[in-house]
């Protein structure tokens, strides 16, 4: 059974950082995508970034490019999203998504067979 537990949440001031982890267990290969998906309340789920653990592939959406990094730790099979220059709008409930097989997920929902419990994020002063 695939299993993603999602931690590093909390409250920063705009402008701040936080780096929220995923760590996955349970997928039968070594071939997985990953993606950082965030609900605001209110508004619909939104797609954040996504990566490979079979490549150095990634993507993100453009509301966070050049301000949050996903990377993964496949010795770990952990990964990590670095959200940097963090804004009131950023403020979400975070959750990591999983699917097995090869290449890109890519950032919406459907391409997901896993999915963690969700990690919130307050970004205010």
């Known amino acids: 059974e695939v299993q993603l537990v999602e931690s590093g949440g909390g409250l920063v001031q705009p402008g701040g950082s936080l780096r929220l982890s995923c760590a996955a267990s349970g997928f039968t290969g070594d071939d997985y995508a990953i993606a950082w998906f965030r609900q605001a309340p209110g508004k619909e789920r939104e797609g954040v970034a996504c990566?490979?653990?079979?490549?150095?592939?990634?993507d993100y959406a453009d509301s966070v490019k050049g301000r949050f990094t996903i990377s993964i730790d496949n010795a770990k099979n952990t990964v990590y999203l670095q959200m940097n220059s963090l804004k009131p709008e950023d403020t979400a409930i975070y959750y990591c998504?999983?699917?097995?097989?090869w290449g890109l997920g890519g950032l919406f929902d459907i391409g997901y067979d896993f999915w963690g419990q969700g990690t919130q994020v307050t970004v205010s002063s």
């Open positions: 990566i490979s653990s079979s490549y150095d592939g990634k």
């Open positions: 998504a999983g699917v097995e097989g």
